[in-house]
């Protein structure tokens, strides 16, 4: 959970520690499960976690990523609650619906490629109905960059940088 180390304490010890009753390695499928676990950050219990799996290896692991929350005078209390989907080794998405009290639901979504020759993302938001402005509203954006064989001797390749942005009105 952190590369921070605990202080006072031995350098070994970490801040966050996650003790689990029972604790899974798949080896094959590259995947640990924990059961009846705890975390607790400086040896104080802070979060229980009845089931918990993690990859084993540097390997990206579909699931759910940490909740955010928060709060302001805009949105008032915010939860964000992000799914991360690998969807092959150079392809991924990221969904994260949000609930904001004073503005209603927040549906955000990300798609990312990465190839030898180019890259890009994809990025998308949809408000049905902002209760602040008594309307729905979208936000769209897309960047692609990469590069153009020209197929010319000597000739070095095109590079080409896209940029494009979209969005229900100029406040949003």
């Not at 499928?29 to 799996?53: M, Q, Y």
Request: glycine share 10%; proline share 8%; aromatic share 10%.
């Amino acid at each position: 959970y952190t590369t921070c180390r605990r202080q006072p304490g031995p350098d070994w010890l970490p801040a966050w520690i996650l003790r689990a009753a029972n604790i899974t390695l798949d080896n094959d499928e590259d995947v640990g499960v924990a059961t009846n676990a705890v975390l607790s950050f400086k040896g104080i219990p802070v979060l229980p976690v009845p089931t918990i799996s993690f990859p084993l290896s540097e390997k990206r692991k579909s699931g759910l990523l940490p909740p955010t929350i928060g709060v302001d005078n805009v949105n008032g209390v915010e939860i964000t609650q992000p799914y991360y989907w690998n969807i092959a080794p150079n392809r991924d998405a990221t969904f994260f619906p949000a609930f904001m009290s004073k503005r209603g639901v927040d549906l955000g979504g990300e798609f990312r490629y990465l190839e030898p020759a180019y890259q890009g993302t994809l990025r998308a938001n949809l408000m049905p109905g902002d209760r602040l402005r008594d309307r729905g509203r979208w936000g769209v954006a897309f960047n692609h960059l990469g590069g153009l064989d020209m197929g010319l001797t000597g000739m070095r390749d095109l590079r080409v940088n896209l940029s494009l942005n979209r969005v229900s009105d100029d406040n949003y």
